[in-house]
């Protein structure tokens, strides 16, 4: 099993940047598949960006891509959203997520552990 922990969620005016970490703890990190997602009042839980084990691509929705950059470092066990050029439509809780096996990187049902979430609001 791998815990998982989010920070750096806040408040931020747009065309502004936050950057999110999500610490993992209790098993290899090197061996799941990482993605971040999110979630807005009233909708669904949105892919945005994630990758297969260490090394390998990185997938990103058309959403955020060229604004959000996806890290890893599986040495300290650390993931990073790097949110750039932020708009009040990201407003929503993020959360990063793991998978081990039989993984769809897109597929949030395919994630089995979840961290508790940290919120972001970009304001007008």
């Known amino acids: 099993q791998v815990q998982l922990v989010e920070s750096g969620g806040g408040l931020v005016q747009a065309g502004g940047s936050l950057r999110l970490s999500c610490a993992a703890s209790g098993s290899t990190f090197s061996n799941y598949a990482m993605g971040w997602f999110r979630q807005a009042p009233g909708k669904g839980r949105e892919f945005l960006a994630a990758s297969a084990w260490s090394g390998g691509n990185t997938y990103y929705a058309d959403s955020v891509k060229g604004r959000f950059t996806f890290s890893r470092d599986n040495a300290k066990n650390m993931m990073y959203l790097q949110m750039n050029s932020l708009k009040p439509e990201d407003t929503a809780v993020y959360y990063c997520?793991?998978?081990?096996?039989?993984?769809?990187?897109?597929?949030?049902?395919?994630?089995?552990?979840w961290g508790q979430g940290t919120q972001v609001t970009v304001s007008s």
């Open positions: 997520a793991a998978c081990s096996s039989n993984c769809r990187l897109y597929d949030r049902y395919r994630y089995t552990y």
